[in-house]
């Protein structure tokens, strides 16, 4: 229980780390990705208004000026900044007719004018107007009888920010590993006090339990006594009741006692048969409430474990469907495999558990109706025993409502 809590808190806190670390990674890095892309815009908008052509219109017929003239800018970057005077900027002059007019090549080591003009064939088909292609930043505008697509180096950029990328995922990752340690470290200290607390009250039902046994007995002995030397009396009935009582809650207690600190001797069973033979004796319980027990046991169902828990669990489920069942009708057992583990399934006619109580009914002295003090011999410890003991064996107990019925579901793995 105490080793879920601890992974529980260390989820926890691992998860938010991550989640604060990717979130923070996340809106720097599409802030800046923004940013970037919006400086290399303004910069290819100021590069573009300042372009002109170098050779002579004449020699290419096909030019013509555009009918509504040049298109206005108005550009927000600066172009005698450093970032704008550093850059290396490259374009192409397309005619209307798609006939290159004019490439300009800063660094024709890095790309050659192929290259550019392939990429300008294929913006232009695209009708994309800006965008990144193969670390070049474009942008494509009209100008006064022509097209020009104009690219900016972004090479060295990109590089400097996935190295920066890299080594923050490094440094991240170590910074994760040592805070999953640091976690691990914390969620002990947080858990150790309830742990120990826990360890404490056990040690105190068990050590209560076995300290009340002996005077139980006695007060049980010299009550039977004192009944034969002057008959039926009141009080004396009074006291046998309570001490039966007393009796029937020390039992539990230290049946309890024994199913969490003591580890139970296993071996292969044949669950099939112990249930079979655990549920018999309900059958007469069952009808003298005016219910029918009705039972579908798959067969050849073996387990590992002990089988005197084993029974406890069946006639605690038993016991507690048939004492809440609500008027006359059926309570059904079945027990079947799937998916390797033994399902063992217990349902009822009753009054629905409240979501919010579905799991408290398996801690230690609860009850659903607060009202009830014990009157009928039960205390609140059945379904803690039988929680403990299906905790024993490595499967899980569960409650379920539906339709007016309730069914307490056990899971264990078979052989």
């Not at 020699?59 to 206005?72: A, H, K, L, T, V």
């Not at 170590?174 to 607390?197: D, G, M, T, Y």
């Not at 048939?322 to 009822?348: D, P, Y």
């Not at 409650?399 to 307490?408: L, P, Q, S």
């Amino acid at each position: 229980m105490f080793k879920k809590s601890r992974k529980k808190i260390v989820f926890a806190i691992m998860s938010i780390l991550v989640l604060l670390w990717v979130g923070t990674l996340g809106v720097i890095y599409a802030s800046s990705y923004f940013e970037m892309t919006k400086q290399n815009k303004q910069m290819l908008e100021a590069h573009a208004e300042m372009y002109t052509i170098n050779q002579s219109i004449s020699e290419f017929p096909s030019f013509r000026p555009r009918p509504d003239g040049n298109r206005d800018f108005n550009h927000k970057f600066n172009p005698e900044s450093p970032r704008f005077q550093l850059s290396t900027f490259y374009s192409v002059a397309v005619s209307y007719d798609g006939e290159i007019i004019e490439v300009k090549n800063g660094m024709s080591t890095v790309h050659t004018d192929d290259e550019l003009v392939s990429l300008t064939e294929s913006i232009i088909k695209s009708d994309r107007n800006s965008g990144t292609e193969n670390n070049l930043a474009f942008y494509k505008t009209d100008k006064d009888g022509y097209t020009l697509v104009s690219f900016m180096d972004n090479t060295v950029i990109n590089e400097s920010a996935m190295t920066l990328f890299r080594y923050t995922l490094i440094f991240g990752g170590v910074a994760l590993v040592l805070f999953f340690f640091l976690s691990v470290f914390l969620a002990r200290k947080i858990v150790n006090p309830l742990e120990e607390s826990y360890q404490k009250q056990k040690q105190f039902i068990s050590d209560a339990g076995h300290e009340l046994k002996t005077p139980v007995s006695v007060v049980s002995a010299n009550a039977e006594l004192l009944s034969r030397e002057i008959g039926d009396n009141q009080w004396l009935q009074n006291i046998q009741y309570e001490n039966e009582r007393l009796g029937m809650l020390v039992g539990q207690l230290l049946d309890l006692a024994r199913t969490e600190n003591v580890t139970p001797q296993m071996e292969h069973i044949d669950f099939s048969r112990l249930v079979a033979g655990e549920a018999l004796p309900f059958e007469s319980v069952a009808f003298e409430k005016g219910l029918t027990l009705n039972t579908n046991i798959t067969s050849d169902v073996d387990v590992v474990g002990n089988s005197t828990q084993l029974k406890q669990i069946v006639s605690i489920l038993l016991d507690n469907a048939i004492r809440h069942s609500k008027g006359e009708g059926e309570v059904w057992l079945t027990l079947t495999k799937e998916h390797g583990a033994a399902k063992l399934s217990v349902i009822n006619k009753g009054d629905e558990i409240p979501a919010e109580q579905r799991e408290q009914i398996f801690e230690r002295f609860y009850r659903v109706d607060t009202a009830r003090n014990g009157e009928d011999k039960h205390y609140g410890l059945g379904l803690a025993i039988a929680k403990a003991i299906t905790t024993t064996h490595k499967g899980n107990i569960a409650v379920h409502c539906f339709d007016g019925f309730v069914e307490f579901r056990v899971q264990i793995p078979t052989i």
